[in-house]
């Protein structure tokens, strides 16, 4: 089965901590997405990846970070100089050379206290 | 001004109804239009994709795009209570410029009651 997969599904940390979240994917896409989403609103664009070892910043990076070491993968840490870090974390995927359509995980929800 | 304007809603409706979607936007450049969507903490699920003006129809669901006035909409005719989810609105440059880059609308939260 192909697919994205995030891990986990609830995060759980303390203010002040740094925390990875897992996204993977198996679709053999180029180009992968991070997205945070609070209630009520869109989608905003964290970091997105073309290729392997490549990756730019979207409308709001401040406080975020990401690695791509391998295709299939896209983690992204969420530091301590995120102002308000609790919500909803999506991963996506695409396949690149003009194809726009883009697959979405399941989706990481992180709280901070 | 946002680039992609959608009501957030909540829309609810019985079922069996029409429902009529809608987002507008501010650039013109914009050239691929999806519709996604997304049940209650799940990621969202491609729906509707289209090229440029016209209609699209897939099942119960169609997709239009009038780009005269820049305006797309997704109707769902006999609505279910199983279509009760947010949908967003998406869409991105031709394929020449920015990556696939997809800019989207907040969603509008639709509630089909039986």
């Known amino acids: 089965d192909g697919g994205i997969t995030q891990s986990p599904k609830y995060l759980f940390r303390k203010e002040g901590q740094n925390v990875t979240l897992s996204c993977e994917q198996n679709?053999?896409?180029?180009?992968m997405y991070w997205y945070r989403q609070d209630p009520g609103q869109g989608l905003r664009l964290i970091y997105y990846?073309?290729?392997?070892?490549?990756?730019q910043k979207g409308d709001i990076a401040e406080g975020y970070s990401v690695s791509r070491e391998k295709k299939e993968s896209f983690p992204l840490t969420v530091t301590s100089a995120q102002k308000n870090p609790t919500a909803f974390y999506l991963c996506a995927s695409s396949m690149t050379g003009g194809v726009h359509e883009q697959y979405f995980g399941p989706g990481t929800r992180l709280t901070v206290t | 001004q946002k680039e992609v304007e959608q009501d957030p809603g909540p829309l609810s409706v019985p079922e069996g109804a029409i429902v009529s979607l809608n987002c507008t936007y501010s650039?013109?450049?914009?050239?691929?239009f999806m519709w996604y969507r997304q049940y209650s903490r799940k990621g969202p699920e491609l729906l509707m994709y289209?090229?440029?003006?016209g209609n699209k129809e897939d099942g119960r669901f169609t997709a239009q795009v009038d780009k005269s006035s820049k305006y797309i909409s997704l109707f769902i005719r006999d609505s279910q209570p199983s279509d009760s989810a947010t949908y967003l609105c998406a869409m991105s440059f031709d394929r020449g410029s920015t990556l696939g880059r997809l800019y989207f609308g907040r969603g509008t939260q639709l509630t089909v009651w039986p």
């Open positions: 650039n013109s450049a914009f050239q691929y």
């Open positions: 289209t090229y440029s003006s």
């Open positions: 679709l053999n896409h180029d180009a």
């Open positions: 990846s073309q290729i392997v070892n490549d990756f």
